[in-house]
């Protein structure tokens, strides 16, 4: 079970509980959605870095065999030939696990917008426990253009819908190069 499933499951429970509750739960889910996206987007970099650092000691060895190729050192070339097979190996383990990664990245990220969307919807819904006149001066500050300090779930839900875009981007080029690698495409 991961984090986001037992926050799904804490989210299922919170949307059942009165409205009062769920603002403050709400906040706190989001809150702890992006730290776990943060999680997430720093074990995709390294899985990136592995990856990257796999591929160059492929490339060795497949230049080390060449090279011992090239002079009749079969010993050197049988060896090479086993460490390029097993980095090769891990380098096709680590593509599998980095399009896994993205792909639960982007579905997080979707889950974090649609929780967004709900907690503003929350917000505006439900009394904050401020005196009314406070709410009323938010009010009339936000109709002016302002926001709240703290509050800019627009602002929020736009840059997540950005990442998101970027995102989707960046794995249609990957989906692509590796297309072209495979020869799937010309």
């Known amino acids: 079970m991961s984090a986001f499933d037992g926050l799904k499951a804490r989210l ?9 509750e769920r603002g403050g739960a709400l906040r706190d889910a989001v809150i702890e959605m992006r730290t776990g996206l943060g999680v997430m987007r720093d074990a995709l970099v390294r899985t990136e870095q592995e990856l990257a650092s796999e591929r160059t000691q492929h490339a060795d060895a497949v230049r080390r065999r060449d090279l011992a190729a090239g002079i009749g ?5 049988d060896v090479a030939e086993r460490f390029a097979a ?3 190996a891990r380098s096709d383990m680590l593509e599998r696990k980095l399009a896994v990664q993205r792909d639960e990245l982007a579905l997080a990220e979707r889950e974090l917008d649609e929780l967004m969307t709900q907690y503003g919807a929350a917000a505006r819904g439900q009394s904050t426990g401020t005196p009314e006149s406070i709410e009323r001066a938010w009010r009339d500050i936000a109709a002016a253009g302002g926001n709240r300090p703290g509050v800019d779930l627009d602002a929020e839900l736009e840059q997540a819908a950005e990442r998101r875009k970027l995102h989707e981007a960046a794995v249609e080029a990957q989906l692509a190069q590796l297309k072209r690698k495979f020869g799937r495409q010309p």
Do not use: G, Y
Request: proline fraction near 0%; charge should be negative.
């Open 73 to 77: 050192d079969e010993e050197t070339v």
């Open 86 to 88: 097993r980095h090769q």
């Open 12 to 20: 299922e429970r919170l949307f059942a509980e009165s409205s009062a």
